[in-house]
């Protein structure tokens, strides 16, 4: 590679937090959608600007990172890549906006997602669960039961996960995934093993 | 997990790239809908996978699941039609629509990236850095002979509930099976493609590669 490392680096970064946003942004435009929240809905809103600029950001760093015509074919196909990431966040703020703009989630809407490979799930983790007091990292939720936390909804706060947020009693979290971990989910944040 | 659910039933040829004629079919929208949300998703990391491990046919296969999309959503927007007795009706079916249009929005997404394969335009060293940091991991890796996955199903590993990892797509010499129902039985040799989080990857593979004779649910 001929460009310098920095920008290089800077680019691995960029296209990482592309892609994993506009996918949390998917989930969570279904979660908005199944829970019928506008607030969930603004969230997605949020992060689709966030990734329009992040996006332009990505895009004049591949441009002036000044590869050689012989790369250009391989940066051509990094810059398609990254529209491809803001191709779904469009997506899923078009999901969020049937939220927004106030039309009520058709019946069907709820069906298709809790029905879906992947599914949405929310639960409350009471006060005996063993999740109470441990921090992401240790609570290891995605190993134990192939479910990603999305975010989660303490009182009026969301709270997008980071490993070392701490889990408390009362806490909503939603949670994505294969629907076959929806039950090891709730039994974690119910009972005390 | 097993996708395509609805193609037998509509009898879509497997040859789905040239147009077909639009007919409407009596189809439950929520059963179209649960089907392009499950294959459109599926097509993001099929044409991801393509692009990381260079496969010109898994890219093909991308393309013809986006025609097939683009033929459920014809088919989704008459059902709708058709279920709509009055305004109010209209309004509420406003948002299957709209959802199904974002989902047609990714198949599309997907095929746009499957055509960077398709055309030879490069895939960055960088990309395959990136992916080696994201959230949501994928893996291509071969079935050995002393691997427990041999001559067992899909389904009774329990894989997306014991590590996480979901298997979107099997090589089998020149075969591809994509999105393998649960009763797809695992051979030696075949080539696995999977998704899932970092650490039940990394178990998803040495298992395959017959390094552990089990998996090891936390």
């Given amino acids: 590679m001929t460009i310098p490392k920095k920008i290089s680096e800077e680019l691995v970064k960029k296209l990482v937090e592309l892609k994993d946003t506009s996918e949390l942004m998917l989930d969570l435009a279904y979660s908005a959608l199944l829970l019928n929240s506008k607030e969930l809905a603004e969230e997605v809103e ?6 329009d600029d992040l996006h332009t950001e990505f895009e004049l760093l591949a441009l002036r990172s000044g590869f050689s015509p012989k790369e250009s074919k391989n940066f051509l196909g ?9 191709a779904i966040a469009d997506a899923a703020a078009q999901i969020a906006e049937v939220v927004l703009r106030g039309l009520k989630p058709h019946p069907i809407l709820k069906m298709v997602i809790e029905e879906a490979d992947e599914t ?4 409350q983790v009471a006060e005996n669960s063993e999740l109470v007091g441990k921090t992401l990292r240790e609570a290891e939720i995605p190993e134990r039961t192939g479910m990603w936390v999305l975010v989660i909804r303490r009182g009026k ?3 997008r996960p980071r490993p070392n947020t701490k889990i408390q009693a009362g806490d909503i979290i939603i949670a994505s995934g294969y629907a076959e971990g929806e ?9 005390k093993t | 997990m097993g996708g395509l659910r609805l193609a037998l039933k509509l009898g879509a040829s497997k040859s789905m790239t040239e147009f077909e004629k639009v007919e409407y079919k009596p189809v439950p929208v ?9 294959i459109s998703e599926l097509m993001i990391d099929l044409a991801y ?10 890219a093909e296969e991308v393309l013809e699941l986006e025609s097939y999309v683009d033929n459920l959503v014809y088919l989704l927007n008459m059902n709708a039609m058709l279920a709509a007795r009055d305004a109010e009706d209209a309004e509420a079916l406003l948002s299957v629509t709209a959802v ?4 047609d929005k990714i198949s599309d997404a997907a095929a746009d990236m499957a055509a960077i394969v398709l055309k030879d335009i490069g895939v960055h060293p960088l990309i395959r850095r990136a992916f080696q940091k994201v959230e949501e991991q994928l893996t291509r890796v071969k079935v050995k002979s002393n691997s427990f996955f041999v001559d067992k199903t899909v389904g009774e590993l329990k894989l997306a509930p014991t590590i996480g990892v979901d298997v979107i797509a099997i090589r089998r010499g020149k075969k591809w099976i994509i999105d393998p129902d649960d009763e797809e039985i695992i051979r030696e040799g075949d080539v696995l493609i999977a998704r899932g989080a970092p650490a039940g990857i990394e178990e998803f593979e040495e298992a395959a590669e017959g390094k552990i004779e089990k998996l090891e649910e936390e």
């Fill in chain 1, 46 to 51: 949020q992060l689709e600007e966030h990734v």
């Fill in chain 1, 78 to 86: 990094l810059i398609r890549l990254g529209v491809v990431t803001e």
């Fill in chain 1, 120 to 123: 949405v799930t929310r639960v």
């Fill in chain 1, 157 to 159: 706060k969301w709270i």
């Fill in chain 1, 183 to 191: 039950s090891d989910l709730t039994k974690l944040a119910t009972a």
């Fill in chain 2, 30 to 38: 929520r059963e179209l809908l649960t089907e392009m949300k499950d």
């Fill in chain 2, 49 to 58: 996978s393509a692009a990381l491990f260079h496969s010109k046919e898994l």
């Fill in chain 2, 100 to 103: 199904a249009n974002a989902a």
